[in-house]
């Protein structure tokens, strides 16, 4: 394979400098935050400049695309490059870092829609079919061979410090592997892709170049794998139909590989179609989008489901739009068999758009309904008064407490502590650990339960005590007697059997020596800690405590006795938390009396 001179890239580098200044800027910015973000443990100033920078490439081709085609003026161009700009200035304030995976979503969503809008914006108000089509195939074509020439780059470069670290005893970091990835990626890659933009439109659309490569892609690829997804959604349609099931919530992967491959396919195959003699591909068109029309409705019954019993999120939403936007497409192309492609891309854009902002946006519309949750369990149990909390905490059943958590959970990931601190107050969060450090998620989110003042219901169940550290050397100074026992039968002292059981109540251990009770040991302590702990146990978990927490001492007139408890079994009782069996590790003995 045969890498561009430098010579090549020098030129190319000064002529894309020249068409594509602003892309180029915010390239070197992004590559720049990259490498200086690398190695941090948490997304900064660095991190969030990198991702808002990215932006800036597909958004700046846009314009600069639109601007020479419609013959801006320069005054006119620089005026909407200012504009873009602020979007990217106001797009970084959008980016929080509330969470990796939310940025990491809001910036996938800004991506696409960009790219997007990338392939068709300079297209809007001419009819030129066939340079739209063109026009996107060099753009493909160009970006997959920056890849490759990158990746290429990127090897060959790592090989050579990898050689220099091992070769020749010089250390290299770790960390300059990822740093060179981004300087490839942001620097050669953007150059590499840039020269290659198409300039003269109207060439694009007289040209009638069609490479085998997309005939075979189209023909013998992507139409098989459609033709499979198809058969099996429609077998999936007819178990649903004789079982009577609701749709899984998987569906909405299958119907979403669907539509992108048959989709593709319909693109690219789309010299082929208005070429004619290749009508079987009108009929293979009409067959996809007949088969679309029940999976997104299916994808919808599955997201109604969802969201009935756990709200509305960014990926629900979204989903949902996208299933609406799917079927609306079908039904469209069904009834009018248009075989237009710039629909596709523009309706994609727009939603993209529409649903990244405002009130009706996805991120808008999650959290309301993830907060409308929390609010009307709350409400229902008088944990919430006119929008706040109540002074005094309440008890909700165990299942309403688990989606509370998960709602604050989610809000907080997504949406920091907005919400929450208008039903506590800011002040009373306190998410900030010792000398104001920040607290992890789980910490966070237990804190704003806290705040909340809502506690889950005492289960109806009984639980498992097991103690910690069995096994280890037991401390026996000033017993006259270890006895170690593995049940809570009775153990041979002298001429009498000591044994040891629960009291009626199930609140104390009685220690009888023969026929007299030598003493009581008080399980209230232990009883009043399960007790609480027991609301947050899953239903198969046992309670792990510390050995000494499983330790009692019953003094009594003949005996002093300490019992080490293995394990305890507490069960509900009339709505207390009782005693209801108990296996022993060890039982040590003091004498108080001659024992004879």
């Known amino acids: 394979m045969k890498l561009p001179s430098l010579d090549q890239l020098a030129a190319s580098a000064a002529s894309v400098l020249r068409r594509f200044p602003e892309v180029v800027a915010c390239a070197a910015v992004a590559g720049l935050a990259a490498v200086e973000a690398v190695g941090q443990e948490t997304i900064g100033f660095a991190a969030r400049l990198a991702f808002t920078s990215t932006l800036g490439l597909p958004l700046f081709i846009t314009l600069t695309l639109v601007s020479e085609r419609r013959g801006w003026a320069p005054r006119l161009r620089w005026a909407v490059s200012a504009l873009g700009m602020a979007l990217l200035v106001f797009l970084y304030y959008r980016l929080r870092p509330w969470d990796d995976e939310a940025l990491g979503q809001r910036w996938m969503h800004l991506v696409l829609t960009f790219h997007m809008a990338a392939t068709v914006v300079p297209y809007l108000g001419f009819k030129a079919s066939h340079g739209f089509w063109q026009y996107n195939r060099v753009l493909f074509f160009r970006f997959l061979l920056a890849t490759l020439y990158s990746g290429v780059l990127f090897a060959g470069l790592s090989l050579a410090l990898a050689a220099i670290d091992n070769l020749l005893g010089i250390s290299v970091p770790d960390l300059h592997y990822p740093r060179l990835f981004f300087l490839i990626a942001f620097f050669f890659h953007p150059i590499h892709f840039l020269a290659g933009v198409p300039a003269d439109f109207e060439e694009l659309e007289r040209s009638r170049y069609y490479p085998g490569a997309l005939r075979v892609l189209s023909q013998f690829v992507m139409l098989p794998l459609v033709a499979v997804y198809v058969t099996i959604l429609l077998l999936y349609l007819g178990r649903i139909v004789v079982t009577g099931t609701w749709p899984s919530g998987w569906t909405g992967y299958l119907v979403s590989s669907l539509a992108v491959a048959g989709i593709f396919s319909l693109l690219v195959a789309y010299p082929e179609r208005i070429a004619g003699g290749r009508a079987w591909l009108d009929r293979y068109a009409l067959a996809f989008w007949v088969a679309i029309l ?242 947050f146990l899953e239903w198969s978990e046992d309670l792990e405590v510390p050995r000494a927490s499983m330790t009692f001492e019953a003094p009594g007139e003949s005996l002093s006795v300490r019992l080490v408890l293995r394990s305890m079994r507490l069960a509900r009782r009339d709505g207390r938390l009782a005693a209801t069996g108990f296996d022993l590790e060890a039982v040590l003995l003091r004498w108080e009396a001659a024992v004879r």
């Not at 029940?294 to 989903?319: C, D, F, H, K, N």
């Not at 270890?482 to 809570?488: D, E, I, L, M, N």
């Open 294 to 535: 029940p999976a997104s409705v299916m994808v919808l019954l599955a997201l109604w489901q969802r969201i009935e019993q756990y709200g509305v999120t960014e990926r629900r939403y979204l989903l949902g739009v996208l299933a609406v936007w799917l079927g609306a497409t079908a039904l469209h192309r069904v009834i009018t068999r248009t075989r237009d492609i710039k629909g596709i891309p523009l309706t994609l854009t727009i939603i993209g758009a529409a649903t990244f902002v405002g009130p009706w946006s996805a991120y808008a519309a999650a959290e309301r309904s993830q907060a409308g949750r929390v609010e009307e369990i709350l409400a229902a149990h008088g944990g919430l008064v006119e929008g706040r909390v109540a002074a005094e905490p309440v008890e909700i059943p165990f299942d309403e407490w688990e989606q509370v958590e998960e709602a604050v959970g989610y809000l907080i990931d997504n949406h920091g502590t907005g919400v929450v601190e208008r039903w506590v107050g800011g002040d009373a969060l306190m998410l900030a650990g010792a000398e104001g450090v920040q607290l992890d998620r789980d910490e966070r989110v237990e804190r704003v339960m806290e705040a909340l003042r809502v506690l889950p219901e005492l289960r109806d169940r009984a639980v498992d005590v097991e103690a910690r550290g069995r096994g280890e050397p037991l401390p026996v100074e000033g017993f006259d007697l270890v006895v170690v026992a593995g049940r809570a039968g009775p153990v041979r002292v002298g001429d009498r059997d000591l044994s040891i059981r629960l009291s009626e109540d199930g609140g104390e251990l009685e220690v009888r020596w023969g026929d007299e009770e030598q003493g009581r040991a008080s399980l209230a302590a232990l009883i009043a800690f399960v007790d609480e702990r027991s609301r």
